[in-house]
């Protein structure tokens, strides 16, 4: 079974610096995607970026961007030039590829508040 | 195009009654899943609906169950409600062609008293 472990129970950072959260996880699989997702205090839980593991390019959007070690297991987040949005839960999740037989398997999550 | 919905968003149960939840995915996507996120426990998965028929269901007693509906809206049922079913139930849709990515509704609020 897969897991997936974030070490940083809790983190803040003022605004507009740059902060990285930590996620590893355990597979044995080759074939697998990771994601962030952030749960603002509304609870929508909302995909902020997703990386492919056959790819060994970082993945980016925006602001976001991942450092994605296939041999560590390690797939961190960081966040640049944080704003007060950025205040979520976020969630690194693991998912492998099992000809739709999907499911997602996600960390304990960082609690990350942005301070003005 | 309209997100996940979920709905009620909030509900109020006492224990031994059954409570249902309803998902609309978003439209186009026939891949329905649900997860229960506890303080505790986390975010689990509990099981997915695919063209009706459930494809994969994870570890929760036989009290949770599920549907899925030819315009793939997505029921769940919990029976015989215990304390430790107060959770957040989210439910997430995929697309065939992004079968990856799941994308989440706003969840619904069980309160179990």
């Excluded at chain 1, 079974?1 to 590893?24: D, G, H, K, N, R």
């Excluded at chain 1, 996880?25 to 997703?50: A, C, G, H």
């Excluded at chain 2, 549907?67 to 215990?82: A, G, H, K, P």
Aim: aromatic share 12%; charged share 20%; hydrophobic share 30%.
């Amino acid at each position: 079974a897969q897991t997936v472990t974030q070490s940083q129970p809790e983190m803040s950072v003022q605004e507009a610096e740059t902060v990285t959260l930590s996620c590893t996880y355990d597979t044995s699989e080759n074939n697998y995607y990771l994601f962030w997702y952030k749960q603002p205090p509304s609870r929508q839980m909302i995909l902020v970026i997703r990386q492919e593991a056959y790819k060994q390019q970082n993945a980016t959007e925006n602001r976001f961007s991942v450092n994605f070690q296939k041999a560590a297991k390690s797939f961190s987040l960081k966040i640049s030039d944080s704003q007060l949005g950025d205040t979520a839960m976020y969630f690194c999740a693991f998912m492998k590829l099992n000809f739709g037989n999907e499911k997602l398997t996600f960390g304990t999550g960082t609690r990350l508040t942005i301070i003005p | 195009k309209a997100g996940v919905t979920q709905t009620p968003r909030y509900l109020i149960k006492t224990r031994g009654q059954q409570v249902t939840l309803s998902c609309s995915p978003i439209s186009g996507h026939r891949s329905v899943s649900w997860y229960q996120q506890t303080p505790g426990q986390g975010l689990q998965f509990l099981f997915e609906y695919f063209s009706e028929t459930q494809r994969n269901k994870g570890n929760f007693p036989g009290r949770f169950s599920g549907r899925q509906f030819s315009n793939s809206r997505s029921e769940m049922n919990v029976s015989t409600l215990e304390l430790g079913d107060s959770a957040l139930y989210l439910c997430a849709s995929r697309s065939d062609i992004e079968q990856e990515t799941q994308y989440f509704g706003p969840g619904t609020r069980l309160l179990v008293l």
